[in-house]
């Protein structure tokens, strides 16, 4: 493969290196999943012309409501910030909500917050859309009809009396608490009864890493992991980056180790052993693939290895080797471990828990606790114990307990046992499900206590131990509904309002883990102000490792036979935001895929079980009861013989997406034959001692002679130059630069491809820029793909969700997508994640085609896209050559009042025919620009970060003013590092990029040309 | 024979007035003819006959004392209600009204009642209180419902802000609200009169002070 090409960046595997298809790029074709009958189109033309006669009317009458009683300070249309902490998973990550007129409508990362980093990831962006959700539970339910909170109380009190006289069980279930307050009520609620019990599970289980500490370390404790404090990072199956307990933070103590300008001397080496490809492996230095059964023995001679050297014992590595890792690998690696003690750390997400045992030997023999892992000031992020839910089960199944009250979890839905407690529900006297919107559980449920939204709500949150925060409401409760600490409160004949019991567990608990300097007002003044703030653990004493057993039992999967994998996909994670378009329509990091879920097959293993894209396969093995038919997706760099599916499909709830969409004659609904979005695979899951398994041995996958039409959107908008169209004699350049640290240290150029030809324009530069020059830096290195700026520019600029039918269309309407290329060849390959959005060329091809000036260049560089000048003509689009420019291609439906409300104000929602596009959120420009002038201030770098920007957990994306010689983007133009992509056609482009540089061992090293 | 011409008489006449009413017609037509979304000249009923000329112009009201965000949103406001009561907690009729009512008073020989004027009467309505003008739990608080006058196209994005803080006077874009009784759209707010304006104004100044006023179509489409 030529070194000085495009080819050696790919992105479908069924095209890599065919050069006739322009490079390894899908050529285009017109799709048609449907024909038009003549029946159909006479209708469809009558329809348009009655609806073109019925819209000849006068210019509505506007009314003008302002506020009865004016609040001091708040203005009309004046947006104000509130810290709170982000309720969407139990990462607790800081939270900065934006207001607006009483309503909050935006989600961003809390800047200097311990955890997050000011970085909010996608799916706690997109949790505004689950307060505008319009199939929320509206009131209290009893039996199925609506009733009020008052008969609620009155029921739940009267059973829970008579249970407490007959000596019966009660029973909470819940996720992880993570709010110390509604720990505390929790417990003194459960202490009215003399047979009571808070069990707590976690849908995306850690469990095995609490009980292996539990061992080790004689207490059940979750460390917190430090990657800013950590050298070098093992990582065996564990999608910390993507979705692994806390990714957020941790995704920014990466980062914090892969500045390669400021701090070069300190980036982190990376590997990575895994099953299938995740987002984590992507961004490894080394990935190896290993078998799910395979990884504990990779674990385990990686461990002999350490102690070895360490001289502590260890026995000598296997004597055939081992099948899918070099033995050099693993001795390079341990000799690399041993000379960075207390610096490494080695984490692994299986749920075996003698693997994890191993895990924190490896751990301590290398030095790393109280340095990488924090098991002092442990994290609080996952509590759950997966074998108090069999317990659980055991007593549901045998009628021993009376009331069983369901808060925030769908154990039915999430659990391999779903069925049983369904069925087993059916004994108890009093089933109560506490959660926001109906679900496979409360339908079991008696009695419907809707909970708030965590907008909606007063809560405090203690995620990492000595982190204390507080959220805050932002906007009163929508429908009739009740937190959870409230209603514990009034079952537990205590009734106070959440923000009082908070108040006076803070006063009594939290105030006093302070220093103490401030009285408890100004603390919880200034808590609530920031958000968060830092208190004394509750325990000095850190706890002591005392040794373990490490008897590690091999797999013994037959090498023909498939395993199974269910993970979590970024967005939906477990399942639990499935209610959210938004999340849907996000395309996956790895496979691009949209509004399904999937079985991945690698490149080998679908070229031999003669697979292709969309092919529906069968998977079927022992006690797996009925077989699982998927459509087929294959992943180059996943393991041969693992199949993986992500979680969080087939939900009851996702049968609201039926119509979701432009509903025309050619349309095909969102769902699938089951009437909802994928297909549910947490029936699959297997427990083992107790902790709930992700993967499942032992499978054979065959083809169904079916297909199915994923809605993937890895060959959209590919920008790829083909060899035919390449400037005559010129170069094609790479859309990517990246290049080692070794290569960087030696030559910080290295990668580059610029020194090689200069293209000195025709004409002068005419149009210079004398105020603002906008411009925009998105650092390769730092990028993980999590698709977090995804999501905050659809929130931020009223970007539609147009369906699955319309996706496959190519008509996805996301201004800002990250391209995910592979190189390499087969299986064994690397990614590289870019995101691309409007460059704002200076020279833009897409302004000199527009008939009628709709799109044309400001005085501050931006290529500004006037809608309502726009007649649809779609020439800017097909001259883009970035592909970022999108076409409404209908008048998406804004029919749900509620979810409208979500809809950021500052931004025009487009109609039909117009062309819209990434505008560098002018409106934050705009609206900086005039609040600069109001303070009679220079407008200062940093104060306008753009929704990506401000929302990115590694602060990849940097924009700013190019004349203003102090900004850091003008710092990062001069980086040895920056590259422009398709520099060479000369369009001069506002957005660069800074060359990925991967910290690699010798061998694996990028060959550079030059 | 006279059949025929009577028929045709009545006929020409008949097409003589039908010309004559359809270039009166048409004529009022031109008259009236704005471009779309320009409503020049609108000057719509309110629900409460709220006088301009007498608050801004007889009583010298700073326009910023009810309009409070002019200088700090894009939005300058519609007063809350609770901005009006400010004076009208107090203020409850005309002068007129309240001397009348003394005098008639002193005539019975018994005490004033007190005076509502019928406006003000619907403003304490909306706001929900009761006689002694206090909140009544039995009311709704609903508001005043306003009916938008200067009222730009949903692509517009108009900020108050920078004009205000630059010194552009509330009357060059809505005319002398002082004088008017009930407030009528005095410009017709078309993209071309804001330009027109914005050039001016980057070539001569506003208030002496030389502006950057922008005419990139994004300083108000996004």
Known sequence: MSPNSTDQYWKDPEYAGKAESGNGQVPWTEDAPGEVSRRNFLRAAGFTAAIAAAGCSKAPVDKALPLVTQAEGMAPARSRYYASVCGACEAGCGALVKSRDGRPIKLEGLPDHPLSRGGLCAVGQAALLGLYDSHRFTGPQREGQACDWLEIDRIVLQKLDEIRTAGGAVRLLTSTVTSPTLNGVIARFLARFPDARHLAYDPLSCSAILDAHADTHGIRVLPRYRFDRSDVIVSFDADFLGTWISPVEYAAGYRERRRIEDKPETVSFHVQFESRMSLTGTNADLRYRVAPNESGTVLSVLADLVAARLGAGGAPPPAGGLNTVPAKVLEDLAARLVTVPGKSLIISGSQDIAVQRLCNTLNHILGNYGSTLDIAEPSYQKQGRDSGFVTLLDELTSGKVNALIVAGVNPVYELPEGQILAESLDNVDLVVYCGERPNETSGHAGLICPDHHFLESWGDVEAVCGIAALRQPLIRPLFNTRSLLDSLNVWAETPASAYDAIQGHWQEHIHPRTDGADPFQTFWDRTLHDGWARVKPETAAAPTFRGAGKSLADGSASQDDFTLIAYPKIGLLDGRHAYNPWLQELPDPVSKVTWDNYACLSVAAAKESGVKEGDIIRIEGRGLGDALELPAHIQPGQHDRVVAVALGYGQETTGRFANIGPQWILSHPSVGGNGLVGIRVHGLLVRENGCLRYERTGLRVTRTGETAALASTQTHHTITVPERLAPAGGLRRPIIQETTLDAYRANPHSGSHAQHDEYKPLFPDDHPKHGHHWAMAIDLTACTGCSACVIACQAENNVPVVGKDEVRRRREMHWLRIDRYYSGEGDEIDVVHQPMLCHHCDNAPCENVCPVLATVHTQEGLNAQVYNRCVGTRYCENNCPYKVRRFNWFRYRYDDPVENLALNPDVTVRSRGIMEKCSFCVQRIQDAKYEAKRRQEPLVDGVILTACQQSCPTQAIVFGDLNDPESLIARLVQSPRHFRVLEEIDVRPSVGYLTLVRNRMGEREVEHHG | ?222
């Open chain 2, 1 to 222: 024979m006279l059949k025929t011409f009577m028929g045709r008489t009545i006929l020409t006449y008949v097409l003589v007035i039908g010309a004559l009413l359809s270039v009166v017609a048409l004529g009022m037509a031109v008259r009236t003819y704005h471009l779309p979304d320009n409503h020049q000249g609108y000057e719509p009923r309110q629900p409460i006959a709220f006088s301009h000329r007498l608050h801004a112009g007889e009583l010298s009201i700073d326009c910023r004392y009810c309009h409070t965000a002019g200088d700090k949103s894009r939005h300058a406001g519609i007063p809350a209600a609770s901005v009006c009561m400010n004076c009208h907690k107090f203020v409850t009729a005309t002068i007129g009204a309240i001397r009348a009512e003394d005098q008639r008073a002193e005539k019975e020989q018994r005490a004033p009642r007190p005076v509502v004027s019928p406006e003000l009467a619907k403003l304490y309505e909306a706001m929900g209180l009761d006689d002694a003008r206090k909140p009544d739990v039995n009311k709704k608080a609903d508001g005043v419902v306003w009916v938008k006058i200067h009222n730009l196209p949903d692509y517009v994005y108009f900020d108050h802000r920078p004009h205000v803080n630059a010194g552009v006077a509330c009357q060059t874009c809505h005319g002398s609200v002082e004088t008017m009784e009930r407030v009528r759209q005095v410009e017709n707010l078309s993209m071309g009169w804001c330009v027109n304006c914005h050039r001016q104004a980057n070539q001569i100044g506003v208030q002496g002070k030389s502006v950057n006023a922008s005419t990139d179509c994004t300083a108000c489409h996004y």
